[in-house]
């Protein structure tokens, strides 16, 4: 089995769509149109599951072609790395960050 990525996906696209785009080329195990949590609206992006065979031929056909009237990028799925934390940025916590002898938040010199 092969993780697809879709991205660039109208935010109307539903899974039934990918899945309809994808089955022309094997048998599509899943689909998953990533939502954000709060709004439960799309985030513009999602994962196709499916066998090899056809995953390779769906890459090739299915990038940069339109889909509601969006064109699509289509490329194998990286694994995703646990080690970074969500967002993509280095958690620092607090606020300021390290700023050395200058305090934190709204820290700083007054004169």
């Known amino acids: 089995m092969?993780?697809?990525?879709?991205g660039n996906l109208s935010f109307k696209t539903t899974q039934d769509e990918l899945r309809d785009a994808?089955?022309?080329f094997g048998d599509v195990s899943s689909v998953?149109?990533?939502t954000d949590r709060m709004t439960g609206q799309s985030k513009g992006f999602g994962f196709v599951e499916m066998e090899?065979?056809?995953a390779a031929s769906a890459i090739e056909k299915l990038n940069g072609t339109d889909l509601g009237g969006r064109t699509i990028t289509v490329n194998e799925a990286?694994?995703?790395?646990d080690s970074r934390p969500a967002g993509g940025a280095p958690r620092r916590g607090g606020f300021g960050g390290d700023r050395g002898d200058r305090g934190g938040f709204?820290?700083?010199r007054r004169f």
Request: no cysteine; aromatic share 10%; glycine share 20%.
């Open 106 to 108: 709204g820290g700083g």
């Open 2 to 6: 092969k993780n697809i990525y879709v």
């Open 22 to 24: 994808f089955a022309q």
């Open 32 to 34: 998953n149109v990533i």
């Open 78 to 81: 990286r694994p995703r790395d």
């Open 52 to 54: 090899d065979a056809g």
